[in-house]
């Protein structure tokens, strides 16, 4: 009831709907995806074949906007483990089949300001500490109130209080991969626009207040600054970079006690349709103990350290990522829109005890014709002292209305 009233008094206060037609807009998307997973270990691979259709419909009225979607996800072949059901003999796919509602949310939306109330999708900066885990065909969404300000030049305020995450485990989640994990989250960053790039300092108080969820573990608070930018160095030629430091420590009802540190540093070199990319990837340890290394449980996990998914949670004695990539694309080639081919390597090891985890190559191949996107993926982790060897492949298509 609270988070209902404070919800109705900010959109009230944002001021009232201007007069004119209702707007419809139908939202319709749909993937169809192939994933095999070949694991050492395990008795058997994985195959997964799975249908994700979100449907919807948003309607709007001047700065008003409200916005309903549904989402379900079909398993047409089910020879995996999806973290619920299934042999526990085959490696994991994190895809269980669920329906239910992806999102519904009012919006007020200004040149300075938008408030947004309901089930949403949030995707902070790089999505690397909160992302909406679009890789996974549940995705991630939070029953929050987020208000975006930017009314002063060059300067950015962003906030939101989830009192829910909702995540990729859907309607039959349970233990440790709950549907819904409840609690008091805070995301705040405060960007502002410098000659070099955006300057941003963030905190995000995570609090996953559900004893099933490791026991509170994961409750953690983080606090850091980034930095990102981009500089011409000729008429094709571009570099962006990014750096970042944060440092968490635990929260809330978590029973540990531990300090650990994040440090970025990353260059990507564009070159006409080439690509190049180098950088250094830090989520640091504090003394070993599970659960005392640096944590991003509300992250785009598979967007960093390698799509073998190995580091979703980072180690006792934390991980160091230094990570190498390539990629080209063509425009109007072959009947197509777009083809890109992309290339990656990453080093992994241990922020303490200087242990190597592994080594791990990443290749896909994208094709993109009107709505349709039809890509490839291939990871190869190779496992030194962490994990054990894995090969994955994916086959996949996305479509938009």
């Not at 938008?114 to 949403?120: H, I, L, P």
């Not at 420590?249 to 180098?278: F, G, M």
Request: net charge neutral; with cysteine.
């Amino acid at each position: 009831m609270k988070n209902t009233i404070a919800t109705a008094a900010v959109l009230a206060a944002a001021g009232p709907a201007c007069a004119g037609d209702i707007v419809l807009t139908p939202l319709v998307d749909a993937r169809i995806r192939h994933e095999h997973v070949d694991q050492d270990g395990l008795a058997d691979t994985a195959d997964a074949l799975t249908l994700r259709l979100r449907g919807g419909l948003q309607a709007g009225s001047g700065p008003w906007s409200a916005l309903v979607e549904g989402q379900g996800t079909l398993a047409a072949v089910d020879a995996y483990f999806d973290g619920l059901h299934g042999a526990a003999t085959r490696p994991l796919v994190a895809d269980p089949q669920s329906i239910g509602l992806y999102r519904a949310q009012l919006r007020y939306k200004t040149k300075a300001l938008a408030v947004t109330a309901g089930r949403q999708r949030i995707a902070i900066d790089d999505e690397r500490f909160v992302g909406a885990v679009g890789f996974r065909d549940n995705g991630q969404t939070f029953d929050a109130l987020r208000i975006e300000w930017s009314a002063r030049p060059r300067l950015k305020v962003d906030v939101s209080y989830a009192w829910s995450v909702r995540s990729i485990w859907g309607i039959d989640g349970r233990g440790a991969k709950q549907q819904a994990v409840s609690g008091d989250n805070v995301f705040a960053s405060v960007g502002y626009a410098t000659p070099v790039g955006t300057l941003s300092g963030f905190a995000y108080l995570v609090d996953q207040d559900e004893a099933a969820v490791q026991g509170f573990a994961l409750s953690s608070q983080t606090y850091g600054a980034r930095l990102a930018g981009s500089r011409p160095l000729g008429r094709t030629v571009k570099l962006t970079y990014q750096l970042g430091y944060a440092r968490q420590s635990d929260w809330h009802r978590n029973p540990n006690d531990y300090r650990a540190d994040y440090y970025l540093a990353d260059a990507t070199l564009d070159i006409a349709a080439l690509k190049l990319d180098l950088g250094y990837e830090i989520l640091g340890a504090s003394h070993g103990a599970a659960l005392t290394s640096f944590q991003t449980p509300l992250a785009t996990g598979f967007k960093f350290q390698g799509w073998a998914d190995k580091f979703l949670t980072t180690p006792p004695n934390g991980v160091r990522d230094l990570h190498a990539g390539a990629g080209y694309g063509w425009k109007k080639v072959a009947g197509l829109d777009l083809l890109s081919v992309q290339a990656a390597w990453h080093r992994f090891d241990s922020d303490r005890l200087d242990i190597h985890y592994g080594d791990e190559f990443d290749l896909m191949v994208t094709a993109k014709l009107g709505r349709t996107t039809i890509g490839a993926r291939y990871a190869d982790y190779r496992a030194k002292r962490f994990a054990a060897d894995t090969d994955k492949f994916w086959l996949q298509a996305d479509w938009t209305f």
